[in-house]
């Protein structure tokens, strides 16, 4: 997570500074933080009406430390999904390869 924009990785740095070296979940606290950037963002624009909310997140294009998020539906159809796979103790975008931190590593480790 930390190598895929410069916002996550100010996340992932600030996280790990605030709880003492523990870094935070790879994978879903970045998505979860997103969300609290765009439901910041609707409160800051629209106050606390919740279908004003709702509109406003439903009818724009977010920036967020994931990338772009818009909705169509209750679907984010602005950032692609990824694979992940964790390579030497860290969790690396594998796919698609615009957006990847590593390349694929198709060999299965020996279990150890």
Same mark, same amino acid.
């Given at each position: 997570?930390?190598?895929?924009?410069?916002?996550?990785?100010?996340?992932?740095?600030?996280?790990?500074?605030?709880?003492?070296?523990?870094? *935070?979940?790879?994978?879903?606290?970045?998505?979860?933080?997103?969300?609290?950037?765009?439901?910041?963002?609707?409160?800051?624009?629209?106050?606390?009406?919740?279908?004003?909310?709702?509109?406003?997140?439903?009818?724009?294009?977010?920036? #967020?430390?994931?990338?772009?998020?818009?909705?169509?539906?209750?679907?984010?159809?602005? #950032? *692609?999904?990824?694979?992940?796979?964790?390579?030497?103790?860290?969790?690396?975008?594998?796919?698609?390869?615009?957006?990847?931190?590593?390349?694929?590593? *198709?060999?299965?480790?020996?279990?150890?």
């Amino acid at each position: 997570m930390p190598k895929t924009s410069a916002g996550a990785k100010a996340y992932f740095e600030a996280h790990t500074r605030k709880f003492a070296g523990k870094e *935070p979940d790879r994978w879903a606290s970045g998505h979860c933080w997103a969300g609290l950037e765009i439901l910041s963002a609707a409160v800051a624009r629209v106050g606390l009406d919740r279908k004003a909310i709702r509109d406003y997140i439903a009818t724009r294009e977010h920036a #967020t430390i994931i990338g772009k998020v818009k909705f169509t539906g209750s679907e984010n159809t602005a #950032t *692609p999904g990824t694979v992940a796979q964790w390579q030497n103790g860290d969790f690396e975008v594998v796919w698609p390869k615009n957006v990847a931190t590593a390349a694929l590593n *198709p060999n299965k480790p020996a279990w150890k």
